[in-house]
């Protein structure tokens, strides 16, 4: 039965001032337990081998890596997925160690910066 790779997903669009620089911050909250779970599905779908924890972590770096090679912005991006210990723990995953874990139990994923380009 085909399903969508990420059934839902929220986020947020801030905008943040430092040094008279504005920056937009886009989150991408993979925090729901059918989330995460989608995204394993995925992973069965096309065959890889990774462990599960990896998979996200890679899945997630992807959804973000796509913006990476911006040139149009004017101000400063940042992508941001995330997930939580609470939701990962549910399925049984271990943090990895190769993240970042914020205040409440905030998992990030991936984070990719994008400097603005004054033309």
Same mark, same amino acid.
């Given at each position: 039965?085909?399903?969508?790779l990420v059934e839902e997903v929220f986020?947020?669009?801030?905008?943040?001032?430092?040094?008279?620089?504005?920056?937009?911050?886009? =989150?991408? &909250? @993979? /925090?729901?337990?059918?989330?995460?779970?989608?995204?394993?599905? !995925?992973?069965?779908?096309?065959?890889?081998?990774?462990?599960?924890?990896?998979?996200?972590?890679?899945?997630?770096?992807?959804?973000?890596?796509?913006?990476?090679?911006?040139?149009?912005? =004017?101000? &400063? @991006? /940042?992508?941001?997925?995330?997930?939580?210990?609470?939701?990962? !723990?549910?399925?049984?995953?271990?943090?990895?160690?190769?993240?970042?874990?914020?205040?409440q139990g905030t998992v990030v994923l991936?984070?990719?910066?994008?400097?603005?380009?004054?033309?």
């Amino acid at each position: 039965m085909p399903h969508t790779l990420v059934e839902e997903v929220f986020g947020t669009e801030d905008v943040i001032e430092a040094s008279g620089q504005r920056e937009w911050v886009f =989150t991408i &909250n @993979l /925090s729901s337990e059918s989330t995460l779970r989608s995204m394993l599905r !995925s992973k069965e779908s096309i065959g890889s081998t990774d462990d599960d924890i990896n998979f996200i972590t890679a899945l997630a770096r992807g959804l973000v890596n796509v913006f990476a090679g911006q040139d149009d912005n =004017t101000d &400063n @991006l /940042s992508y941001v997925p995330f997930t939580s210990v609470e939701a990962l !723990s549910a399925l049984g995953l271990p943090v990895p160690a190769s993240v970042r874990v914020m205040a409440q139990g905030t998992v990030v994923l991936a984070e990719v910066h994008v400097p603005a380009h004054r033309g």
